[in-house]
């Protein structure tokens, strides 16, 4: 009887062991192999054509599909604008007139469904789009795990508590990364993402006036010049994250935080005589390695509760839910043409024509 509770034991061990997997192992880097095998060159090709038309987008990319992520996982739901069952993610706190891009998701979305309608989800698309908007700014590739759904709903509350702020402290941003299954090195590996793109002035200004600041003084300085200290002055300008190559994916991101150029406080933080100094200071003298460990890291961020099988859907636009989309058409109208009659009144005689219409 031992024996048997004992072997009952291992065997529900051994289930829980592989119910607790994430659904990383629903997913598959050829889940559009057959139903659409043309999709992945159809998406990178809309991505090199909006990363060619400004560069700045390549980082804008990478940051929406980390903003989708980490709201109630990878599902599309940043994409959905306000509507009567939704309140729209895009205007939390975190990403109100600071996430772009949607225009590119929505332009990739529109080719593959041209091609491949109702197949290919939007959470899908941006995760694909994350990885060429990479490769085409000299970043790293990686093989993207598909089979992602879209969600039916939206959390603008949670995107307040989950996304992390730009004055975050170390402490925080190590527990808000931990809940989502990701450890300090992927967490550094991922901020590593600011070696491209912009920041707004509102974002950075009281890292620039707080005197007790460890901000490089000249950096400061140069960064002073387009953003005032008076709170609602300038508060949409923009400075490069990374000062030397905003443009090009690299590992310079690391070098300034080495040398307190760090323009976010939520980046000065990873190198500030803490946890996570070690791995800065790896990646400042190897940029193969934080290249490496930026792809696994954003395909470990990918696999971040997806939706599979039959949750969710598969819109049809990125930014609407299927049910409260209005179809393309609604009715189809047949017009016969029936015998001609002479019609006679004081102008003269005129040949008319009667239709017979159905709906």
């Not at 895009?90 to 197949?119: M, T």
């Not at 879209?150 to 509350?157: E, H, K, L, R």
């Not at 901020?191 to 620039?208: D, E, I, P």
Request: some cysteine; overall charge neutral.
């Amino acid at each position: 009887m031992a024996s048997r509770l004992s072997l009952a034991g291992v065997v529900f061990s051994i289930f829980l062991s592989f119910s607790s997997l994430p659904c990383q192992a629903q997913l598959s880097s050829n889940f559009y192999a057959s139903t659409c095998p043309n999709a992945l060159t159809t998406i990178r090709t809309a991505t090199r054509r909006a990363v060619s038309r400004e560069r700045r987008m390549a980082a804008s990319l990478i940051r929406l599909h980390f903003h989708d992520c980490f709201v109630q996982g990878c599902d599309a739901s940043i994409m959905l604008d306000n509507s009567p069952s939704i309140d729209s993610e895009k205007f939390s706190f975190n990403n109100d007139n600071s996430v772009r891009g949607f225009e590119v998701i929505d332009d990739a979305k529109a080719q593959v469904e041209s091609i491949c309608p109702g197949v290919v989800s939007c959470a899908d698309i941006a995760a694909v789009v994350a990885r060429d908007a990479s490769v085409a700014v000299g970043g790293p590739s990686w093989t993207v795990r598909l089979g992602r759904r879209d969600s039916t709903t939206a959390s603008p509350s949670l995107a307040d508590r989950d996304l992390p702020r730009t004055t975050a402290a170390l402490g925080d941003l190590i527990d808000l990364f931990s809940r989502k299954g990701l450890s300090e090195r992927d967490m550094v590996a991922l901020s590593g993402s600011h070696t491209l793109g912009q920041a707004r002035c509102v974002t950075f200004r009281g890292r620039l006036y707080d005197n007790s600041s460890d901000i490089d003084a000249g950096f400061a300085s140069t960064r002073k010049r387009n953003c005032p200290a008076a709170p609602g002055n300038g508060n949409n300008n923009l400075a490069p994250l990374d000062l030397v190559t905003p443009n090009s994916f690299d590992n310079n991101y690391f070098r300034n935080l080495i040398q307190r150029r760090g323009l976010l406080q939520s980046d000065q933080v990873l190198f500030s005589g803490q946890s996570t100094d070690s791995i800065v200071t790896e990646y400042s003298r190897n940029p193969s390695l934080f290249s490496s460990d930026f792809a696994a890291a954003m395909l470990r961020m990918g696999d971040i509760e997806p939706l599979t099988g039959s949750q969710g859907e598969i819109r049809r636009i990125c930014s609407v839910v299927n049910e409260e989309q209005v179809p393309k058409y609604c009715c189809s109208i047949k017009l016969t043409l029936q015998q001609p009659w002479l019609y006679a009144n004081e102008s003269g005689t005129k040949l008319m024509y009667k239709f017979e219409v159905r709906v």
